[in-house]
C-alpha cells in the first residue's frame, strides 16, 4: 500500500486542524492505520490508531480528549482531527499501516509509511 499525508499547515495555539491519508490499492480495510509524529532530533512517536472496521481506537496520552483518528475504507483514507492545537504539538505527521487485527503502539510494526506532513503551531 502507498500512502499520501496532507493537511498539515501553520496555525495558532487552540486551532483545529485535519490530516488525512490516503491509501492506494483495494485492501485498505486489511490495514491498522496509525499516526505518529516526529520532531528534530527526537525518536518519531505514537499518536493515534484505528482499527480496521474503525471500532477500535487508541490514543497516546497526550492527545486523548483533543485528537480524534478515524477511517472511510470507502474511500481508502485515514483522518486525524486535532482540536486545541498546543505548540507543543509541532511536529511532522506520519501516518502509517499494518496488516494486522491489532493495534500497537511500536514504529517498528508499521511496514507502510507516507511521507509525512508538518504541523506548526505558534503560541
Known amino acids: 500500500v502507498q500512502l499520501q499525508a496532507s493537511g498539515g499547515g501553520l496555525v495558532q495555539a487552540g486551532d483545529s486542524l485535519r490530516l488525512s491519508c490516503a491509501a492506494s490499492g483495494r485492501t485498505f480495510n486489511s490495514y491498522v492505520m496509525a499516526w505518529f509524529r516526529q520532531t528534530p532530533g527526537k525518536e518519531r512517536e505514537f499518536v493515534a490508531a484505528?482499527?480496521?472496521?474503525?471500532?477500535?481506537?487508541y490514543y497516546a496520552d497526550f492527545v486523548k480528549g483533543r485528537f480524534t483518528i478515524s477511517r472511510d475504507n470507502a474511500n481508502n483514507t485515514v483522518y486525524l482531527r486535532m482540536n486545541n492545537l498546543k505548540p507543543e504539538d509541532t511536529a511532522v505527521y506520519y501516518c502509517a499501516a499494518r496488516i494486522s487485527e491489532v493495534i500497537v503502539t511500536s514504529t517498528a510494526t508499521y511496514g507502510y509509511w507516507g511521507q509525512g506532513t508538518l504541523v506548526t503551531v505558534s503560541s
Open positions: 484505528i482499527g480496521r472496521r474503525a471500532v477500535s481506537t
